[in-house]
């Protein structure tokens, strides 16, 4: 009879760590397929170009080092060169803007003779072009386009709390929290970053 109920005790013990097993089981692969949702409507977002929002890809680090996508490899290299490691990246974001800008001048004199007829010149490189155009008798035409391509890398790192001590033994033992790190880098040489500010909310 004793053999009967330790089967019969066990068999429930062996159900219920089945039946949470699964249970944690199901709830992960929940979790994966609310990450493939998530990152299938980044997708259709990003290549909609008329939204005016998005939606943050998920990955883990380890998909970071061989998605096929030329920004996320641009981002992934960046932070490496910063030297942060993987424990403690938290997110990588990439903004590229263009500035288009077209305007004329008339002068109400000629200021061209009149065997001048009409020049037009191009200036620039892969993050700017000015396009000069010189008219008879009057018009001068100016037609600016201006890019940037704007990273952002966000990691944690251990900061002392107060003041450090001057000898590198004394801040062995004082008090450290973790702190975000934001790294802000605009790639276009002309473009000088003048300000930067970033606000958590928890």
């Given at each position: 009879?004793?053999?009967i109920?330790?089967?019969?005790?066990?068999f429930?013990?062996?159900?219920?760590?089945s039946?949470?097993?699964m249970?944690?089981?199901?709830?992960?692969l929940?979790?994966e397929?609310g990450v493939?949702d998530?990152?299938?409507k980044?997708?259709?977002?990003?290549?909609?170009?008329?939204?005016?929002?998005?939606?943050?890809y998920?990955?883990?680090v380890?998909?970071?080092n061989?998605?096929?996508?030329?920004i996320i490899?641009?981002?992934?290299?960046?932070?490496k060169q910063?030297?942060i490691?993987d424990?403690?990246?938290?997110?990588l974001?990439?903004i590229k803007t263009?500035v288009h800008?077209?305007d004329?001048?008339f002068?109400?004199?000629t200021?061209f003779k009149?065997s001048?007829?009409?020049l037009?010149?191009?200036?620039?490189?892969e993050?700017?072009?000015?396009k000069?155009?010189?008219e008879y008798?009057?018009?001068?035409g100016l037609d600016?386009?201006?890019?940037s391509?704007?990273s952002?890398?966000a990691?944690?790192?251990?900061?002392?709390?107060?003041?450090?001590k001057?000898c590198?033994?004394?801040?062995?033992?004082?008090?450290?929290?973790?702190v975000i790190r934001?790294?802000?880098m605009?790639n276009n040489?002309y473009?000088?970053i003048?300000?930067?500010k970033f606000?958590?909310?928890?």
């Amino acid at each position: 009879m004793k053999t009967i109920k330790t089967i019969f005790w066990i068999f429930i013990g062996v159900l219920i760590i089945s039946v949470i097993g699964m249970a944690k089981h199901i709830s992960n692969l929940n979790e994966e397929i609310g990450v493939y949702d998530n990152n299938f409507k980044s997708l259709n977002l990003e290549l909609n170009e008329y939204e005016k929002h998005a939606i943050a890809y998920k990955f883990s680090v380890e998909q970071l080092n061989y998605i096929n996508d030329s920004i996320i490899t641009e981002l992934n290299n960046t932070r490496k060169q910063l030297k942060i490691k993987d424990k403690e990246l938290k997110q990588l974001q990439s903004i590229k803007t263009e500035v288009h800008i077209r305007d004329s001048v008339f002068v109400r004199d000629t200021i061209f003779k009149e065997s001048f007829i009409r020049l037009d010149t191009l200036l620039g490189d892969e993050w700017y072009k000015t396009k000069l155009t010189l008219e008879y008798p009057n018009k001068i035409g100016l037609d600016m386009t201006y890019k940037s391509d704007i990273s952002v890398i966000a990691s944690t790192q251990k900061e002392i709390i107060g003041t450090p001590k001057k000898c590198f033994i004394g801040r062995w033992f004082q008090k450290k929290q973790k702190v975000i790190r934001v790294d802000v880098m605009d790639n276009n040489p002309y473009s000088e970053i003048k300000s930067k500010k970033f606000v958590i909310v928890e």
